[in-house]
C-alpha cells in the first residue's frame, strides 16, 4: 500500500521545502497542491527539491500540466470536475463517486483519487463518503484507486482488503509538527497489513 502525500498550500516556500526533503524516504510520491503559489514559485519548488536530493519521480503537480512539462515531471493529478485528459502525461483525477471514476478510466487516467472517504477537519461540515462507493470503484476499475480524507493508521487494514492501491495524506503530514514519527505510524501499520 502506497502513501502519497499532499501539500496543504498553507507553509511558506523554506518550511514546505524543508518538510518534503525530511519525509522524501517516507512517502511514495508527492502531489504538490499549491494553489496558491504562482507557477514561477513551484517550478522553484521543484528545482530546489531537485537540486538537494529529492527523488523527483515521486513528484505529481497539481492541476497545471504546463509546469509539468516545464520541469520534467511526468505526473499530474487533475482536480475533481476537469473533463481534460493528458496525452503527454501521466495523470490521475480526483474523483467523488463511482460515475466520476468510470468517467476518469473513460478518459484515459492512470489513476484516481476517491475522497473524502472519513471525517477530516479540511472539509469540516461535509460528511464523509465513507467506504462503500470506494470498494465498489476498487471492484470495477483496472487502475489504482487511492483513497484520501481522514484517514488514520487503524483505517489501513480494512482499506487494504478493500483493495485501496493507497492513500493520499495531507492534514496528517502538513498540519502537524512530527510528520515523520506520524508517517512512521502509517508505514507500521502498512508493513503489519502486509505480513499478517
Not at 19 to 36: F, G, Q
Not at 84 to 103: I, K, N, P
Not at 157 to 169: D, E, K, N, R, T
Amino acid at each position: 500500500m502506497k502513501i502519497i502525500a499532499v501539500t496543504d498550500d498553507k507553509m511558506e516556500h523554506r518550511q514546505l521545502l524543508d518538510t518534503l526533503l525530511a519525509i522524501d524516504s517516507s512517502i511514495d510520491a508527492v502531489i504538490l497542491r499549491e494553489k496558491s503559489k504562482t507557477d514561477a514559485e513551484v517550478i522553484l519548488l521543484i528545482h530546489q527539491l531537485s537540486e538537494a536530493g529529492f527523488d523527483t519521480t515521486k513528484i505529481i503537480v497539481h492541476a497545471r500540466a504546463h509546469i509539468a512539462a516545464m520541469t520534467g515531471i511526468t505526473k499530474v493529478q487533475l482536480p475533481g470536475g476537469n473533463s481534460a485528459s493528458l496525452a503527454t502525461s501521466t495523470f490521475g483525477r480526483s474523483v467523488h463517486s463511482f460515475d466520476e471514476a468510470q468517467a476518469a478510466y473513460q478518459a484515459g487516467a492512470d489513476w484516481v483519487l476517491y475522497g473524502h472517504v472519513f471525517t477530516t477537519s479540511s472539509k469540516e461540515g461535509v460528511p464523509p463518503r465513507g467506504t462503500e462507493e470506494l470498494f465498489r470503484i476498487t471492484a470495477s476499475l483496472p487502475i489504482p484507486v487511492y483513497a484520501i480524507g481522514g484517514i488514520q493508521p487503524q483505517h489501513l487494514p480494512a482499506l487494504q482488503l478493500g483493495g485501496v492501491a493507497g492513500i493520499a495524506l495531507m492534514s496528517s503530514i502538513f498540519s502537524n509538527n512530527q510528520p515523520i514519527a506520524t508517517l512512521s505510524a502509517y508505514r507500521e501499520m502498512i508493513s503489519c497489513v502486509a505480513t499478517s
